[in-house]
């Protein structure tokens, strides 16, 4: 599914969080979103998938506005959001959070082989199904984040800082799940502040600093970048 | 020896009605957020409900305890479409909203029954069960013990093994990620004050026969919900009902040993304690993060 923004703002009490971002997602694509705190890349994705309205500008995928619909239209609309921070359901287990993902639908057996995949991607998950989430570690968490929203079969997957908090070698293991996923088809939107990992992944990357895109090219040239290596990549 | 089981037996018939009287307000705050100060008086229209249509014009009990439940989650929802909703993101403002319910509902039921006596309700099942010679329970508060004990057992199977109910409660634990889930919380605060409007009904038309009914019955069941709310843990169901039980025992002993005025009084005070000591509540966890 292919997603475009044209133009959007976002004020939080009459603080311009977002000063009018545009940028197009192809069906199929792996983009990303790099900048620093405060850039303004929560404030993006959360205004793609509803929780937050614009001040102006527009949403569409496949050429259908969004920008107007509540958070849980958006989700049966076909793109998944997996919050920044994991915001998995602490007192649920493993498995009713995975069912919870898939709240809008009520096809059973289509909803078991969906978790199958899930537990395919993340074995991890299938072993404490029946644990509670609160006591998973952060990484499991995360991977049950992304799980959950896989589980409404996601056209559009989006991504807050996956990689926040873990240990390089679980932030390998889940980069190479998302081009997976990428690979099977869904569009995949990854916002980090780990440019590096980011820039590895992707096919091409946007820089957002103080809420505008102020440059956007393939990723290689991206890494490539003066600017970017500098403020980005640390060399 | 006799005094104390009676008192035992006393604590758990009551603290049925305590679960059920409590669990609306748990319930509604937990996914909204608001503190519903007109609850009580749910509980008062459901007695209502019953000393109006069964003790003065004759139907049948059992048929106007089902009516209780109907016309009292029919108020609740209304509540919710036009005060709460409305007010969703103001929590003072749905609190006040809520304390003015709370006086509708009180003239309504004064101009509805007349001022004067409190009303009673004769038991309209008669007889008591006598165990060992000495244990006495009315087969009225068997009825309502039951009964109770049915609605709590269902109310948790449906908030732990129905995806409808880890709706409810994945909305009570975090509203946004629940949305992002396609979640509707407008639905399921509809579903939760249903069912605590609902309980709460149940709960004043179980209690009709066995308590005084007047205009100011509510107080005290929003006192003893508080209580059973905040002990537990503010939001925890399975704390609420926990808390419930354990409230209702001590509050019949102080009441046979001493009084009613001091078994509320030690109440509040053990509220504050444990609002000082552990604030999350017996049942609830420590906010992380
Ligand atoms: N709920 C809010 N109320 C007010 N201001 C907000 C709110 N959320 C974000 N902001 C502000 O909007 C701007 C962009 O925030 P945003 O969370 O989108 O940044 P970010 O790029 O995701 O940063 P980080 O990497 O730290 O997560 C910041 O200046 C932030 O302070
Ligand atoms: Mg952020």
Redesign the interface.
Known sequence: MRLDVTDLKVDYHNIAALKGISFTVPDGAFITMIGSNGAGKSTTLRTISGLVKPSAGTISVDGERIDRAAADKIVAMGISHVPEGRRVFKDLTVIENLYLGAFIYKDQDRIDRDLDEVYSHFPRLRERSSQQARTLSGGEQQMLSIGRALMSRPKVLLLDEPSLGLAPLVVQEIGEILQEINKNGVTVILVEQNADLALRLVDYGYVLENGRIIMSDKAENLANNDHVRKAYLGV | MDLFIQTIVNGIIQSGFYALASIGLVLVFGVMRVVNFAHGELVMVGAYTVWLVHAQHGAPYLFTVVLAIILVTGIGLVMERFLFRPMMNDPLGGLICSIGVLFILQVIATYVGGEGPSKQVPPPFEGTMVIMDSIRIPYQRLFSICVSAAALVTLWYFLTRS?LG??V??VS??R??????????VRISMVAIGVGAAMAGLAGALMAPLTNINPHMGHNVIITAFIVTIVGGIGSLPGAVIAAVLYALFHTFVTTYFSGTIATISGLLIMVLVLIVRPTGIMG?RV??
Do not use: F, N, V
């Open positions: 995806t880890w709706a409660r994945a634990m975090d946004e990620a629940a949305a992002l889930q396609g979640i509707s919380t966890h992380s993060e």
